[in-house]
């Protein structure tokens, strides 16, 4: 069965600080994996997606199929990365997103 | 380009109603997907539909629950004699094409009392 696992419900981090969100994945196919983010009263947006390997608003994530791991990495936080961040995996060729639980991200001034 | 529309944003049904939640996706998007959020978890993928035709509808209830994307009009995700527990989050998103990128509206929130 497809899971994913963000392990922390809250990560607080001061301004400047490094971040690291962590997703841990369960899939027997080829995953393909994405990290969304929710603002304060916004709707849920496509932050990455690792198969384009980019870096958004700083952000960067490495797909380790030997950990099965896509963990979200900034070196220093922002204040407005403060967000609900979701790990999700896509399956059926894209047509269905699995979702981790999210991780709330509060970056302190 | 105003993005996908959902609406009611907040709907409140007693035990035994029926709620019909809308979804109008992006311009010139035929993939809709709904997804459901119950509190404290991730949203759970309900059905993938394309105008007309359901492609997946895996993640659905077996019952009460069902899913429409007409040729014309919006997606409807009905729910009937709803139950305290439907009370969630409920998210549609819409893709130009199979596989692409999902956009998602802001959600229905949808409470039983």
């Known amino acids: 069965a497809q899971r994913v696992t963000q392990p922390e419900k809250l990560l607080s981090v001061f301004k400047g600080a490094p971040v690291e969100l962590k997703c841990n994945y369960s899939?027997?196919?080829?995953?393909?994996l994405f990290w969304y983010v929710q603002y304060s009263r916004q709707r849920l947006q496509l932050l990455l997606r690792h198969i384009s390997r980019e870096s958004i608003k700083g952000f960067t994530a490495d797909l380790n199929k030997g950990e099965t791991s896509f963990h979200l990495k900034k070196p220093f936080a922002q204040e407005e990365d403060s967000a609900m961040y979701y790990c999700?995996?896509?399956?059926?060729?894209?047509?269905?997103?699995?979702f981790g639980a999210g991780t709330i991200l509060r970056v302190k001034s | 380009n105003a993005g996908v529309m959902q609406n009611p944003r907040h709907l409140v049904r007693r035990r035994g109603q029926e709620a019909r939640l809308r979804c109008s996706p992006m311009k010139g998007h035929s993939h809709v997907y709904w997804y459901r959020q119950l509190p404290e978890e991730g949203l759970k993928f309900m059905v993938y539909l394309q105008k007309e035709n359901i492609i997946d509808e895996s993640g659905m209830p077996k019952e009460r629950f069902s899913a429409e994307f007409p040729k014309e009009g919006p997606s409807i995700l009905r729910i009937q004699q709803v139950v305290r527990g439907d009370s969630a989050a409920y998210f549609c998103a819409s893709s130009l094409r199979d596989g692409y990128e999902q956009y998602f509206g802001p959600g229905t929130r949808l409470t039983v009392t």
């Open positions: 899939y027997s196919g080829s995953p393909e």
């Open positions: 999700a995996l896509s399956v059926l060729y894209g047509n269905k997103l699995v």
